[in-house]
């Protein structure tokens, strides 16, 4: 069982992380707007037309898996929100006659999704002063990650089964209080003991810093004071044993350094607020049936 720590010779931590994909966001609800589909009990799927254009019932059932919810009839819902909405941006692109080329690994619609996006939703970028006064009012979130080098003894269990994650904290516990009684036989506990490869340098990890473990774990080991932590770590992987040998604390980052960041971070706020309303703007203006959206007027199919 791979520990993913990156405990090796060369240093490092848990994990890897994925980006996650940039979408359009949907059109936003009213609050405490009501979930409803307009659909008899004999329809097994809605009958929707967005200005004339029917939503195919294959389509909903393709879309419904990227949906999660409590019930199907949310899940269903929202897939067909969804599905309204990347409708209306379609007919408004052949209203417009947009081409463009798709970038590397862009599809031929979320390329045409992106140029109408850019040449009908335009903002404002954040000015000097909006980032600085931001950047003032949030100091503490503009500061470099602690450095720590640390140890540890992994006790390996599958994150999905209950019943042997017990047992394992169990054991777990069990050994760090005979770490904390002897702690200099961190190194053999660890070569007896663990599961990561670091084993083989008595459960060294090396220097590790932000993005360098799986988020679970990072979010706890950063925060230790040098030392044995008090208490096992749990990540997916298991239950860590960890020992702190330094730390070093992250140090303030100058305004220079950071600003292109909020002023990305801020435009991109302002950007969401933008397309949502955008968005209210083309169900407002469409003629929907068979679906209750907010800002749409939607009359019962006939």
């Known amino acids: 069982m791979a520990c993913g720590c990156g405990g090796s010779e060369s240093g490092g931590g848990c994990g890897g992380h994925a980006p ?28 929707i037309r967005v200005n004339g254009v029917a939503i195919a019932p294959e389509a909903m059932a393709r879309e419904i898996q990227y949906h999660p919810a409590p019930s199907r009839d949310e899940a269903l819902y929202l897939a067909c929100r969804a599905l309204v909405i990347r409708e209306l941006l379609q007919q408004r692109i052949g209203e417009l006659g947009i081409q463009v080329r798709p970038a590397a690994g862009e599809s031929e619609e979320e390329a045409a999704t ?3 996006l850019r040449r009908e939703v335009v903002v404002p970028r954040a000015d000097e ?21 640390a140890r540890h003894i992994l006790l390996a269990c599958p994150p999905d ?27 053999a506990l660890a070569l007896a003991h663990s599961a990561c490869p670091s084993k083989e340098q008595g459960g060294a990890l090396g220097q590790i810093s932000k993005g360098q473990t799986v988020p679970e774990f990072e979010r ?18 298991g239950f860590h044993l960890v020992e702190v040998e330094q730390r070093i604390e992250g140090r303030q980052l100058p ?6 960041a909020i002023r990305d971070e801020l435009d991109q706020g302002v950007w969401q607020v933008a397309v949502g309303q955008y968005l209210r703007h083309l169900l407002g203006a469409a003629e929907i ?3 209750h959206l907010d800002g749409a007027e939607t009359p019962l199919m006939q």
């Open 289 to 291: 049936q068979g679906i």
């Open 161 to 187: 089964d209950v019943e042997e994650r017990s047992r394992v904290r169990e054991q777990a516990e069990a050994l760090l209080a005979e770490l904390r009684s002897v702690p200099e036989r961190f190194a």
């Open 20 to 47: 996650a994909a940039v979408e359009v966001p949907a059109a936003p609800l009213a609050e405490n707007a009501a979930v409803e589909l307009i659909a008899s009990s004999e329809q097994e799927w809605p009958r």
């Open 114 to 116: 992106r140029e109408l």
């Open 129 to 149: 002063a909006t980032c600085r006064d931001y950047y003032e009012r949030n100091r503490e979130r503009f500061t470099s990650a602690p450095l720590v080098m």
């Open 255 to 260: 305004y220079e350094a950071v600003a292109d």
């Open 220 to 237: 706890q080991l950063l925060r230790l004071p040098v030392g044995i932590a008090t208490r096992p770590l749990e990540s997916r992987y």
